[in-house]
């Protein structure tokens, strides 16, 4: 049974950056395609960004696109997602997920396991 445990989340002024990490027990991170989801009060879960199982392609939305950076470290079995720019409309749950897809995966249903998510919340 894969376990994902996020951390790093908090709260920041508009403008600021955190970094999230989501670390594996169970079997490798490698094995999986990786994605990070948002979850705000009173809206859908949406996918933020997605990795493929060896790093080699990304996506990220675009809602996010060029303030958000996926990656992940295969040695410590761990995803990260880098948040810079942060805006107001950023805060939310975050959440990452595995997938036994080996390409990207962009859909809910394409994901197997879940963590239980960490709060971001960025003021004004």
């Known amino acids: 049974q894969e376990q994902l445990v996020e951390s790093g989340g908090g709260a920041v002024q508009a403008g600021g950056s955190l970094s999230l990490s989501c670390a594996a027990s169970?079997?490798?991170?490698?094995?999986?395609?990786m994605g990070w989801f948002r979850q705000a009060p009173g809206k859908e879960r949406e996918l933020v960004a997605a990795?493929?199982?060896?790093?080699?392609?990304?996506y990220h939305a675009d809602s996010v696109k060029g303030r958000f950076i996926i990656s992940r470290d295969g040695a410590n079995n761990t995803v990260y997602l880098q948040l810079n720019t942060l805006k107001p409309e950023d805060t939310a749950v975050y959440y990452c997920?595995?997938?036994?897809?080996?390409?990207?995966?962009?859909?809910?249903?394409?994901?197997?396991?879940w963590g239980q998510g960490t709060q971001v919340t960025v003021s004004s």
């Open positions: 169970g079997h490798t991170v490698r094995s999986y395609a």
């Open positions: 997920a595995a997938s036994f897809s080996h390409g990207v995966a962009v859909t809910t249903m394409e994901y197997d396991y």
């Open positions: 990795i493929n199982w060896s790093g080699s392609n990304t």
